[in-house]
């Protein structure tokens, strides 16, 4: 009995096989991701947990949540009031308070004008922020200057924590409410 070794030609062309499937494979795997628009971004994954932190610079806020989009002009005339007597600070305080206490009506009752409009209605801001889970606030600091007061506020939510920057105007003796944003999140 004779025994046969393989010759290089038919190795090579096992090797040449092999490797063409290899690279059809890898172009149908970047054929599906171009054509699927997904394009490698995490935009349908679910948000990881994390400690708390102020640092929101990489933090992505839970799906759906305005906050992040350029928000309508401020308009004096229809701006949210801060109650007489209430320094802006006190006013996010007692944002973050009723969102704590489930009190979502008077939590969306606090919100800058253009963000009532984002949400729709209070119902759908408390279901939303129902589902954050917010477990706790800071305020992290508040500076007047001038006619304007801003208040940084971190929220803190099992997906991770997310730092607010509240911005007030002067209005007489008072204060409106012009914008409540998320600082590092392209606002």
Known sequence: MEETTPTAPSTNKTVTIVLV?????????????????????????????????????????????????????????????????????????????????????????????????????????GEQLKAYGMTEYTIDSAVEAGEEFQVTATAVMPGGSFQYLWTFVKDGEGWLVKARDLPGMGS
């Open 21 to 125: 499937a290899i690279i059809l494979l890898l172009a149908a795997v970047i054929a599906y991701f171009l054509l699927s628009g997904n394009n490698g971004t995490t935009a349908d994954q679910p948000a990881s947990t994390g400690t708390a932190s102020t640092d929101t610079g990489n933090a992505t806020p839970p799906a759906g949540m305005p906050g992040a989009t350029e928000a309508a002009p401020f308009d004096p005339a229809t701006a949210t009031k801060v109650a007489e007597g209430t320094t802006p600070e006190e006013h996010v305080t007692m944002y973050f308070d009723a969102v704590l206490a489930g009190d979502y009506a008077t939590a969306y009752a606090a919100l800058p004008t253009s963000k009532q409009q984002s949400y729709g209605t209070a119902e759908a801001f």
